[in-house]
């Protein structure tokens, strides 16, 4: 084929669709401050001004070149308005400042949060097409998680302070099981949001997190905030070590799917080990396409987690591997199933 038999749309559409070009600009105005630098432009009555180039490179400590380039093809994309005699916020722009964080959109954009490291991690979906992995390995040969398993781990997980868990959490928050226990040891609790809305829910219970230490000090953190620290305790640990005992619930929310199965069967043995009551609710991801396709919604999982498509007969399966007895099943809600389990030959 010569070139003159390409057709030059054709060629456009696809170099189009493979176009990094946007999205890493918006990453790096998100980064460098540049939408916040413009929203802090915003009058009195809230309506935002404009900056000139030189007060704009200025704001974000960057160089007038490349923030000119960056703040002008933001412009093409419709992020921003103006031009280099005053840049000014548009609407889609004004979803990336710091007044609309809740939303979620910066930490997805911001490779200083754990979300955003996860994200970026795509750049090496060819490693998760060649071993069913998580991209996050492809660089270092370890997954995300192990990664912030490091002193010097320095990212932002914030994005992590859920007020609601959401994913059907009500299903572990309402459990009977919470109702006769006095402790609960949350694995891979995160910042602690499920085990404070436990505690909130049941007002005798006591919890302790385990997890990386940068999510346990913010854990500490977030209960000290809430007035409960003296009922949450967070501990740095790994689940695949002997673990903290004396506590009658060992939970295990939305943690297997990173683990391909020998992995969730250790796991699940060494929670067996810590409590003799165990329970296992895992979160069920469809690629829904809310916000993106699904085929999209899709993609992110798979290059994100190492078995995102597990059913709640796989979870009930791994249950019966790693030696437990399912005492209740929940299983019949399309984003959560819920598991409790005794070790086989513990008491009834």
């Known amino acids: 084929m010569t070139t003159a038999e390409f057709d030059p749309a054709q060629v456009a559409e696809v170099i189009g669709k493979a176009d990094i070009v946007t999205p890493m600009t918006i990453r790096a105005a998100v980064r460098v401050g540049l939408f ?4 802090d432009t915003a009058d009195s009555a809230g309506s935002a001004g404009t900056l000139d180039l030189d007060r704009l490179t200025t704001a974000v400590g960057g160089h007038r070149r490349a923030v000119r ?21 548009t609407a889609l722009g004004s979803l990336l400042t710091r007044d609309r ?15 955003g490291r996860n994200e970026i991690a795509l750049v090496d979906f060819d490693h998760t097409l060649r071993t069913g992995r998580p991209a996050s390995e492809a660089r270092s040969g370890a997954t995300l998680w192990q990664e912030l398993d490091d002193a010097d781990a320095d990212a932002d997980v914030s994005s992590f302070d859920w007020e609601d868990p959401g994913f059907a959490a009500e299903l572990i928050l309402d ?8 402790s609960v040891l949350d694995l891979g609790g995160n910042t602690g949001s499920l085990a404070l809305a436990l505690l909130r829910r049941w007002p005798h219970l006591h919890a302790s997190v385990l997890d990386f230490p940068v999510f346990t000090d913010r854990a500490r953190a977030r209960a000290a905030e809430a007035g409960l620290a003296e009922r949450l305790t967070a ?3 790994s689940f695949f070590d002997p673990l903290p005992t004396g506590h009658d619930v060992t939970l295990l929310s939305a943690i297997l799917a990173d683990w391909d199965d020998d992995d969730a069967v250790a796991i699940l043995r060494r929670a067996a080990e810590a409590s003799d009551r165990i329970v296992v609710a895992e979160v069920h991801l469809t690629a829904r396409g809310r916000l993106a396709s699904e085929t999209s919604v899709a993609v992110r999982l798979e290059a994100s987690m190492t078995r995102p498509d597990r059913t709640s007969a796989d979870v009930e399966a791994l249950l019966v591997r790693a030696g437990l007895a399912v005492e209740t099943a929940v299983t019949d809600t399309p984003d959560r199933s819920l598991f409790v389990a ?6 009834a």
């Open 175 to 182: 459990s009977p099981v919470f109702a006769t226990a006095s």
């Open 69 to 89: 380039v960056a703040a002008d093809h933001l412009v093409h994309e419709g992020l921003l308005a103006g031009g280099e005699e005053g840049y000014s916020l």
């Open 101 to 115: 964080s809740s939303l979620g959109l910066r930490d997805l954009l911001d490779v200083d949060t754990v979300v």
């Open 235 to 237: 501990t740095p640990g």
């Open 342 to 347: 005794r070790p086989l030959g513990g008491a």
């Open 36 to 39: 916040d630098a413009l929203a």
